[in-house]
C-alpha cells in the first residue's frame, strides 16, 4: 500500500487546493479522465465558447427591429471549435504537466474506489491510503433509460462540442439549464433545433415566472415540443437517429423526428456511488451526494469522518463551478488548519443559464418564499419591473427582460431575485452582493449611485418599487 499525505480525487476545483501551504506534503491527485474537471473540458467554459457567438449571431438577426439590416453571411463551426478546444486542451494539458512535474505531487490515471475511510484502491488493483482524502470527483451525465442511446449521431454535452461539422438539425432531449444553453447554441449558429421535454415545464427550479417568460420566447426561436417522453432511439434509412416519444397525457400519440444530432440533456448524476461509499460506511443523502457539514467534512451516521471531505458535485445540491470554488477554499483552509476550521455560507448562491433571453437567480422563488412567509408568520412583497421601463431598454426596443424580486414586506430583507434579459447573469450581481451582505433593499436601492441611463436601472426600480411599510425609498 501506498502512502501519501494527502489525497484528491478529482482535478477540478479539488486542484485549486494545492497553496504554498502544501509544498512539504506528499500528495496524490487522482484523476482518469480530462485534466481540470467538467468546468474546464465539458462545462461552462466550452459552452459559453459557444454561446457568445451564437448570441452575436442572433442579435444580427434581430437588429432589424431597431433600424440595422444585419445578416449572417457563414458560420465556420471547424474554426470556432478548433479556436475553442485549441485553447482548453492546451490548459488541461498544462496543468496536468505542472502538477506532474512538482516533486511533491502524485498524478494517478485511474478511477477509485473506497475500501475504508482512508483507503483507496485503483482500477489496477493498487491501494493508497493518506490521513487526510479530499473527495471532489464531480458528477457525470445522466442518460434516459431508453434504447439507441449509444447510436452513432446520438450525443451528450460531453461530446456534442467536438462534432467535426455543424449539424443541420438537431433533437435535443431536456428541459433543463443544459439542454437551453444547447438550444440556444444550435439555432444561434443556424442548425434547425427541436426541443422534447416530457414535462410542460421549462427550467422547473426557475421561478414560475421566469419559466413561463422563457418558454414563450423559446417557442418563437425553436420547436418546442413539450409533454412528450422519449421512448427510444433508432437509426433511419439514411443513417440518421430518428428520436420516438409518447405523449405523456395518456392518449397513446406517438410522435418521432429525424436529425443530423441528437442530443440527450437530461441531467447529471453525482459521482459518489462509483467511490462505494458503503465500503467506507459514509453517509449518501436521497439524490446519491455525499453527506457533509458545514465545514465539509464527510459524514458517517451523521457524525464528520476525521480527516475526510467533499467538495463540488460529489457532494453539492447546486452542481456550480462558482460553488464548487467555494467549498475548496473552504477545505484548502481546513486541511491544514484543523484547529481553525471555516464552515461554508450556502446562502445566496446565484446562478444563471446562458440562453437566449439569458436568465439569472439568486434565494427563494415566489412560491417558495410565500412558503415561507407562511412559516414564519410575515408577509412577502412582489415587484416585476421591466427592462422596457428604464432607458437603456428603451434604446433596446426590450419587449422580454424582467427583474423580478421578492421581499419580506416586515424586515425588507431580499428573499429572492430572478431576471431574464440581456446580460441578466451580471445585473443580478449587487442584488446577491446585497443579499450576502444582509442589506435591506431600500439601502440597496439608495445607498448608492446607479449610472443613467446603464441597463442597471432596471434593478434599481426593482428594489423601489418593493412596499416596504414604514421604510421610505425616497429616503436620503
Not at 501551504?21 to 482518469?32: K, M, Q
Not at 492546451?90 to 475500501?115: D, K, P
Request: with cysteine; aromatic share 6%; net charge negative.
Amino acid at each position: 500500500m501506498r502512502s501519501f499525505d494527502l489525497i484528491i480525487v478529482g482535478s477540478g476545483s479539488g486542484n485549486s487546493l494545492l497553496t504554498d501551504e502544501y509544498r512539504g506534503l506528499d500528495v496524490a491527485i487522482v484523476e482518469p479522465g480530462r485534466f481540470g474537471g467538467t468546468c474546464l473540458n465539458v462545462g461552462c467554459i466550452p459552452t459559453k465558447m459557444y454561446v457568445y457567438p451564437a448570441t452575436v449571431a442572433e442579435q444580427a438577426r434581430d437588429a432589424v427591429r431597431l433600424g440595422v439590416d444585419a445578416s449572417i453571411d457563414r458560420v465556420d463551426w471547424r474554426g470556432m471549435r478548433d479556436r475553442i478546444f485549441g485553447r482548453i486542451d492546451a490548459i488541461s494539458e498544462g496543468g496536468l504537466q505542472f502538477r506532474e512535474s512538482l516533486e511533491n505531487v502524485t498524478v494517478i490515471r485511474e478511477y477509485v474506489h473506497l475500501v475504508a475511510p482512508h483507503v483507496l484502491e485503483t482500477d489496477s488493483g493498487q491501494r493508497i491510503t493518506a490521513p487526510r482524502i479530499v473527495l471532489a470527483n464531480g458528477s457525470r451525465v445522466r442518460l434516459p433509460d431508453v434504447p439507441g442511446t449509444d447510436l452513432p449521431g446520438v450525443h451528450t454535452s460531453d461530446t456534442v462540442m467536438r462534432l467535426p461539422e455543424q449539424p443541420r438539425d438537431v433533437v435535443v432531449v431536456g428541459g433543463g439549464y443544459i439542454a437551453a444553453e444547447f438550444c440556444h447554441v444550435f439555432q444561434g449558429l443556424g442548425s434547425s433545433v427541436t426541443q422534447l421535454n416530457r414535462s410542460h415545464r421549462l427550467l422547473r427550479a426557475h421561478d414560475d415566472t421566469i419559466a413561463e417568460r422563457f418558454a414563450r420566447e423559446a417557442a418563437q426561436q425553436w420547436d418546442l415540443q413539450l409533454g412528450w417522453s422519449i421512448t427510444g432511439i433508432e437509426r433511419a434509412a439514411d443513417g440518421r437517429p430518428t428520436v420516438a416519444a409518447l405523449a405523456t397525457d395518456g392518449s397513446g400519440t406517438r410522435w418521432e423526428r429525424t436529425a443530423d444530432v441528437v442530443l440527450l440533456a437530461t441531467g447529471r448524476t453525482p459521482n459518489a456511488d462509483t467511490l462505494d461509499p458503503a465500503a467506507a460506511q459514509l453517509d449518501v443523502t436521497d439524490r446519491g451526494l455525499l453527506a457533509v457539514d458545514e465545514q465539509q467534512r464527510v459524514l458517517s451516521q451523521g457524525e464528520p469522518v476525521e480527516g475526510l471531505w467533499a467538495l463540488g458535485d460529489v457532494c453539492s445540491p447546486h452542481q456550480l463551478k462558482h460553488v464548487a470554488n467555494a467549498e475548496a477554499r473552504v477545505v484548502s483552509h481546513n486541511v491544514v488548519h484543523p484547529e481553525d476550521p471555516r464552515a461554508m455560507d450556502h446562502r445566496a448562491v446565484p446562478s444563471a443559464v446562458f440562453t437566449e433571453p439569458q436568465i439569472a437567480s439568486v434565494g427563494l422563488t415566489e412560491r417558495a418564499a410565500r412558503e415561507w412567509a407562511r412559516e414564519h408568520g410575515t408577509e412577502i412583497t412582489v415587484k416585476e419591473q421591466d427592462f422596457g421601463g428604464v432607458a437603456y431598454g428603451w434604446a433596446m426596443e426590450d419587449h422580454v427582460g424582467i427583474c423580478k424580486l421578492v421581499a419580506d414586506s416586515r424586515t425588507g430583507e431580499l428573499l429572492g431575485a430572478h431576471l431574464i434579459g440581456r446580460d441578466a447573469s451580471n445585473l443580478i450581481q449587487p442584488l446577491v452582493q446585497g443579499m450576502a451582505f444582509g442589506l435591506r433593499v431600500h439601502e440597496m436601492a439608495r445607498g448608492q449611485y446607479w449610472i443613467h441611463p446603464a441597463l442597471a436601472e432596471v434593478v434599481e426600480n426593482a428594489l423601489l418599487g418593493l412596499d416596504i411599510p414604514g421604510q421610505r425609498p425616497d429616503a436620503s
